[in-house]
């Protein structure tokens, strides 16, 4: 039996990474993978943003050693805890007092599709109206709340029942140039003889991860959120996958000095790959009734754990910036400079969420499988897969960052030439 075949006889057929990368991966360290046969592989895919710090950190293991060897306990559900205790002062000590954030948190469950239900639920709930506005190409999870939400008409398809109660809207930046304006959702808004229904919500990405890395401007962020200010709209930002570092700021929102009325939080903000997600509100929208949106895997002990060393390693005192800034600086300029040398490629997304676009929708498939053969993981993005999605480890080194770029350009050189 070859080394991949019981996972075609036993597995279900609806996997998809591993059609791209048909091997079996061993052993991981930092930015590096190993398979069954010893090749090794940059990885530049970091478990789809769950790995910002890299594979197997070793400022995370050792605390998450000690802690399973301490007898502590492990599955608490949301009772109390000592290590919940101690991330949740973490989080506010470290992450939301030095922002001026006053949120309460909430464990919705190990996903990121757990925190976009719970921030759909609870808008609905806190405003009496069902209606949420979403944007073209968005992605939020794959449960029926939040893939009414997500734009992907094949995956909406998987739904098997209509999607209600969304409707998407054009997203910033998307048709690069196009200026989605808001001036004709403002006039809907306002006009209560509009026939369109006033949302509980808007939930948008800052960066669009799986709809083609389109990046919206601050200043539309700013308006966005003015928008949703005048007309008592929620405005929820999804940083499943754009949060925790990725974009340079712990929140991706930040450097639009905006402050969302609902936070989606997960992927990377265990730090280590463990399953952990957060939703983050205003005090002022808590409420919930006690036990009206639970789960078994609310908050995971050892996820606890390796969150908080990461925030204590890389977000005390911001520890993790000015290398993290260098390396979004190396990213960009690198990938600039493949994009200059093929006839409308455009380099999409913001910091190390980022991508190139290619005229040419089957380039990037292409691009991806034979970057594969040389070495590196990169995954694609895009209504068509039509970007090539570059999303390295915040602790990636300046060489391997190097050596994954030169992997690249000369992937796009031989797909393109
Ligand atoms: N929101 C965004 C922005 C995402 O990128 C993802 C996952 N790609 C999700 C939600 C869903 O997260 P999960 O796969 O953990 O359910």
Redesign the pocket.
Known sequence: MSSTEIFETLESKVRSYCRNWPVVFTKAEGSSLTDEEGNTYIDFFSG??ALNYGHNNPQLLEPLIDYLKSGEIVHSMDMYSPAKRTFLETFDRVILKPRGLDYKVMFPGP????T?EAALKLARKVTGRQHVLSFSNA????TLG?LSVTANPMKRAGAGIPLTNSTKIPYDDYLDGVDAEFGWLERALSDGGSGIDKPAAIIV?TVQ??GGLSAARAEWLRRLSELCRRYDVLLIV?D???GCGRTGTFFSFEEAGIVPDIV?L??SISGYGLPMALTLFRPELDVWTPGEHNGTFRGHNPAFITATAALETYWRDEAIVPTLAARISQLHEGLSQIAASIDGAVVRGRGLLAGIYFPDHDAAGKIAAEAFDSGLLIETSGPEDEVVKIMPAMTISEEDLAIGISILSDAVATVTG
């Open positions: 789809a943003g996903t990121g599709t757990n976009v992605f939020h999870g794959m939040s990405e991860g799986e999804d499943v996958q754009a989606c997960s992927k």
